[in-house]
């Protein structure tokens, strides 16, 4: 079992319309919770951190986490165009390394 | 500087060459990650640093590579002896003092991007 899973998609949705993106980790000692966006062919850049259960909004985006299902999820509303991207999971473990742990990243298509 | 630095952007190698990445972090910053992405792949811890405790070289795929931090600030990834499944976009991350949570936000550079003939 891998310790951060995504699916790989795409995930296909119109524009305007609420992008769901998830993502599972297996080490139950996890502590923080990032989304990173990458462009193709660019680095990746900090959408969101989240280190409590619950939600947490920022403009169109909201992270949810919940500890006890081992899960957080990126909600984008109103997508655009310009989100399509991939969307990478990364969580900090609990082991004391302080190095974050990467899903392999959904792949996001907004079609105009 | 302003971000994180990487050099050269781009590298070919003949099998069986050494080469070696260059990363400058962003000023003040005290940890400094390397990272591996293959085509379509997610990103692979290879090594972090932190201040000047003992790296953590744990995810290091092999003893052919090796990384050093000079000074607290510049960083060098060798690759000894390249082998085709090298091949692979380096990216260099770095981050500030840890938050509470024990976790750093990462800014990554641009990468380098390695390809082994």
């Known amino acids: 079992q891998k310790e951060v899973e995504q699916n790989s998609g795409p995930l296909s949705v119109p524009e305007g319309a609420i992008a769901s993106l998830n993502c599972t980790y297996s080490?139950?000692?996890?502590?923080?919770f990032f989304w990173y966006r990458q462009y193709s062919g660019k680095s990746p850049e900090l959408i969101m951190s989240?280190?409590?259960?619950g939600d947490k909004e920022d403009g169109r985006f909201t992270a949810q986490l919940n500890k006890a299902s081992q899960y957080v999820s990126l909600l984008i509303r109103d997508s655009q165009p310009s989100d399509s991207a991939t969307y990478l999971c990364a969580v900090s473990s609990g082991t004391g390394r302080r190095a974050l742990t990467f899903g392999s990243g959904t792949r996001l298509q907004v079609q105009p | 500087g302003a971000g994180v630095s990487q050099s050269p952007s781009n590298k070919v190698t003949e099998k069986g060459k050494d080469v070696e990445l260059r990363c400058d972090p962003i000023s003040g910053h005290t940890a400094l990650y390397w990272y591996r992405q293959s085509l379509g792949q997610g990103l692979e811890f290879l090594i972090y640093f932190q201040g000047n405790s003992a790296p953590d070289k744990s995810g290091l795929p092999s003893d052919r590579f090796s990384a050093e931090r000079t000074g607290g600030s510049v960083s060098t990834l060798t690759i000894q002896r390249t082998q085709q499944e090298d091949s692979a976009v380096y990216l260099c991350?770095?981050?500030?003092?840890?938050?509470?949570?024990?976790?750093?936000?990462?800014?990554f550079g641009a990468g380098s991007r390695l390809t082994v003939l």
């Open positions: 991350a770095s981050s500030g003092q840890p938050e509470l949570s024990g976790a750093n936000v990462l800014t």
């Open positions: 989240i280190y409590s259960n």
């Open positions: 080490d139950r000692g996890s502590q923080s």
